[in-house]
């Protein structure tokens, strides 16, 4: 079972890819778009609360959402989505090459196994299968929270790399830079968003262990602001591709 937002349905949209300038998600979802390209029908895979859906709907293409969280696809339906289904993407209820295409946004870091997961979007896509992966250098709270939980006796289960370590493991057949760019970071800004619970990878840590990793990324980063590089892909792969990886690949992300 893939972790349930229903917990930040509401913050969601507020506080997803608020850094990010609007011309670079401008570029993101059009790169997308032209991926899909020769596409009639997309799957969403863990649509949530459809901020990519709705713009590949007013696109054209007829899309349907695939989510755990009833209550972040309540969001999505909001924003005009009704091709919505509550369901497992480790076990997704379709026919072999039902859709053109698939996406994945910040989707396999959740997942139990995301070896089955990848499997089955391949088995379902027939055409293409495009995500988001990012990059970059510089402070990462998430990065130093997962060590120091490691370090503190709870280490995260799931892989914590997603979509990204998937494009290492199985290189992707398009790869499209959208973004390569620095920005001014408020490090206890960030750092706070974890005390409050709003990333996952904080969920089932209990809150006195919560409460030392922030008291010592506070202590790590005495400055107010950092600069910090991001780089946005999109890639895309043959579905073929995701339909036979191994869990023997994938250990070695």
Not at 15 to 29: A, D, F, Q, Y
Not at 164 to 170: F, K, N, Q, S, W
Not at 178 to 201: L, P, T
């Amino acid at each position: 079972m893939a972790v349930s937002f229903d917990r930040v349905a509401g913050i969601y949209d507020a506080t997803r890819w608020s850094g990010v300038p609007p011309e670079i998600m401008e570029k993101l979802l059009n790169t997308m778009k032209d991926l899909f390209a020769g596409c009639r029908t997309i799957l969403d895979v863990g649509i949530g609360t459809g901020r990519f859906a709705e713009y590949f709907n007013n696109s054209g293409f007829n899309v349907v959402g695939i989510d755990v969280s009833l209550y972040m696809m309540a969001k999505a339906r909001e924003k005009k989505l009704r091709d919505l289904v509550r369901a497992d993407a480790h076990r997704l209820p379709f026919r072999d090459s039902t859709f053109d295409g698939a996406v994945m946004v910040h989707v396999l870091h959740l997942v139990r196994d995301w070896v089955q997961v990848v499997g089955e979007v391949g088995r379902v896509t027939g055409r293409v299968i495009v995500a988001e992966v990012e990059g970059g250098e510089g402070f990462s709270p998430r990065s130093r929270y997962l060590e120091l939980r490691k370090a503190m006796g709870y280490r995260l289960v799931r892989f914590s790399d997603g979509e990204a370590g998937l494009r290492r493991v199985v290189p992707p057949a398009t790869v499209k830079l959208v973004g390569d760019y620095w920005r001014e970071v408020n490090v206890h800004e960030e750092i706070d968003s974890f005390d409050k619970r709003k990333s996952s990878v904080s969920w089932d840590v209990p809150a006195e262990v919560n409460d030392r990793i922030i008291q010592r990324l506070h202590s790590e980063n005495p400055e107010k602001t950092v600069r910090r590089r991001e780089i946005v892909e999109v890639v895309g792969w043959d579905p073929a591709q995701l339909r036979n990886v191994t869990a023997r690949e994938l250990s070695t992300a």
